[in-house]
Nanobody, 123 residues
Framework: QLQLVESGGGLVQPGGSLRLSCAAS???????IGWFRQAPGKEREGISC???????NYADSVKGRFTISRVNAKNTVYLQMNNLNAEDTAIYYC??????????????????WGQGTQVTVSS
């Protein structure tokens, strides 16, 4: 069964850090991979993407604080999140972009986004 599994979420204080993981099972990560999040009462937004050759994209809301990376040997994409604040509280999802580049990744539509991983930033 082909699937991506997110992990690494949790409760963190403002200013803290978390590293999310997105692991592929049953296939090799060759395409671009995007990270998305959905906060309570808000629409899902694309926040970061990494292309097949390692090129990266970030939403303005996370630029300078989040870093996306991929370790092909582990078939895993990571999202290092630093200097977290309450506005970062959301369920975070990773998803395969149907191309090798991050072009238009924020427009990705899916019927099933999976469970994601909850990130809560609170004191």
């Amino acid at each position: 069964q082909l699937q991506l599994v997110e992990s690494g979420g949790g409760l963190v204080q403002p200013g803290g850090s978390l590293r999310l993981s997105c692991a592929a099972s049953g296939f090799t990560l060759n395409n671009a991979i995007g990270w998305f999040r959905q906060a309570p009462g808000k629409e899902r937004e694309g926040i970061s993407c990494i292309s097949s050759n390692g090129g990266t994209n970030y939403a303005d809301s996370v630029k300078g604080r989040f870093t996306i990376s991929r370790v092909n040997a582990k078939n895993t994409v990571y999202l290092q999140m630093n200097n977290l604040n309450a506005e970062d509280t959301a369920i975070y999802y990773c998803a395969i972009i149907p191309r090798r580049t991050c072009s238009a990744y924020t427009s990705l539509q899916r019927d099933d986004w999976g469970q994601g991983t909850q990130v809560t930033v609170s004191s």
